[in-house]
């Protein structure tokens, strides 16, 4: 089987001056695992400025970043009928919804039915890009928008302008408990050492911001809207955990069904029964790759998210 070849060209962010280079390659390249792109960079195959550097060299900013390696493949990702719908198609890139419970990328416990392989299966040319186009990820059971881009050069764009925080990423969330006002977390997020499944706030972490505005409130409850400002695992789960302030469903995080007084059976049936965090990929805002035209993208709540947000009206009106 013949080997696969990556490449990549692109230049490290002016942000990200004196940072650790293996930390600006997880970033720019996600793709791949921190522990192959340090690999590459102690062979030599991932150069900053045309130079072998250590992985824990310390960028200037603005130096070119160059990848070339050939590795043996593992396998194919095969099509498969996926469930998702295509918001927006062009020559460039695609813009899709995912439902809760797909998993974005194939890996160890989902080998297949992914939107990977709903991807490919929409779009076949889709395979000659890593992770057939896909720019960014989210969790199994966070639904909402992605971008996907269907060249390399739209690839390349689409994948510095998201580590140049040029995306904009919004979320809608339930949470337990009031929020009296809206607010900027930032709180550096790492990974939880002795859950290793879970990110925590770390001092040690990477930087992070999440920016909380409150669209409603009610009497055990908050519908909030995030915005990021960083794309760390779980962040937007872990900073409204770290305020006291759990996605509902979210056990993973601190949720613990929380109820008004008094709720009604089908407020409490709702809550302690939620199967996912209710957390939605509401809107996308990008500029396009090559047409540099803005775009901006919106997904409705989906019905179970919306389902919850309707019953929450409901308790808090005045004849509840």
């Known amino acids: 089987m013949a080997r696969e070849r990556h490449s990549f060209s692109g230049f490290v962010p002016e942000r990200c001056a004196g940072e650790r280079l293996d930390r600006v390659a997880a970033e720019l390249l996600t793709d791949f695992s921190r522990s192959r792109l340090t690999a590459w960079i102690r062979d030599g195959r991932l150069t900053v400025d045309g130079r072998r550097e250590r992985p824990a060299y310390r960028v ?4 070119p970043l160059v990848l070339d390696v050939k590795v043996e493949p593992h396998g194919r990702d095969e099509p498969e009928t996926v469930p998702f719908d295509v918001i927006h198609e062009d020559a460039h890139l695609l813009v899709v919804d995912k ?4 998993v974005v990328h194939p890996g160890a416990g989902n080998p297949a039915g992914t939107l990977v392989n709903g991807l490919l299966a929409h779009r076949p040319a889709l395979a000659a890009l890593p992770r057939a186009g896909l720019v960014h990820r989210l969790d199994k ?6 971008v996907v881009a269907a060249n390399d050069a739209a690839h390349r764009a689409l994948v510095e302008a998201m580590a140049n925080r040029e995306i904009e990423r919004i979320y809608l969330a339930v949470v337990e408990g009031v929020l009296t006002a809206g607010r900027d977390v930032e709180l550096a997020i790492g990974r939880d050492p002795e859950r290793r499944t879970r990110q925590r706030v770390r001092e040690d972490g990477r930087p992070a911001l999440t920016r909380v505005r409150v669209k409603a409130r009610y009497r055990a409850h908050t519908v909030v809207e995030a915005t990021l400002g960083t794309g760390r695992t779980h962040q937007v789960r872990v900073h409204l955990s770290a305020i006291g ?8 995080y601190g949720a613990r069904g929380r109820l008004p007084t008094h709720p009604s059976p089908a407020l409490v049936a709702a ?13 996308l805002a990008f500029r396009h790759p090559v047409e540099e035209t803005v775009l901006r993208f919106s997904s409705p709540a989906p019905p179970d998210i919306a389902g919850l947000m309707d019953l929450l009206e409901d308790d808090a009106a005045p004849d509840a």
Do not use: C, I, K, N
């Open 60 to 63: 200037l900013g603005g130096e």
């Open 141 to 146: 059971d966070t639904s909402g928008l992605l």
């Open 271 to 283: 809550v302690h029964g939620f199967r996912r965090q209710a957390l939605h990929a509401r809107a």
């Open 245 to 252: 302030h759990p996605l509902v469903g979210d056990r993973r």
């Open 99 to 102: 439902p809760a419970g797909v």
